[in-house]
């Protein structure tokens, strides 16, 4: 069984920085597209930031760009969210999820193209 555990979230003030972490269990995603999607009550699960195994890209969604960071540590099998300069519109229950394959741009932004997903996270930002 695989599962990908998600922490980090909590409650902050606008303008503060939190920094999500994922972690498989079951095996190890060496050669995988790593995700990040989040969804606030009322709305559709939507792509936050992606980073591509092959070719090794980042992607992130224009409302995020310059304030949010995806990055991996391969040595703990670990991929982290920084989020720096939260605002109240990003409060949402975040998610890492897995794609066996690696994309471009429209492939790997679609949540639906992921294959392993986390429970979630929440990150409530307060004016």
């Known amino acids: 069984q695989v599962q990908l555990v998600e922490t980090g979230g909590g409650l902050v003030q606008a303008g503060d920085s939190l920094r999500l972490s994922c972690t498989p269990s079951?095996?190890?995603?060496?050669?995988?597209?790593w995700g990040w999607f989040r969804q606030a009550p009322g709305k559709e699960r939507e792509f936050v930031a992606v980073?591509?195994?092959?070719?090794?890209?980042?992607y992130y969604s224009d409302s995020v760009k310059g304030r949010f960071t995806i990055s991996k540590d391969n040595a703990k099998n670990t991929v982290y969210l920084q989020m720096n300069d939260l605002k109240p519109e990003d409060t949402a229950v975040y998610y890492c999820?897995?794609?066996?394959?690696?994309?471009?741009?429209?492939?790997?932004?679609?949540?639906?193209?992921?294959?392993?997903w986390g429970q979630g996270t929440q990150v409530t930002v307060s004016s």
């Open positions: 999820a897995v794609c066996r394959y690696s994309g471009k741009y429209d492939y790997t932004t679609d949540a639906r193209n992921y294959d392993y």
């Open positions: 079951g095996r190890t995603f060496s050669s995988y597209t």
């Open positions: 980073l591509t195994w092959s070719p090794s890209t980042t």
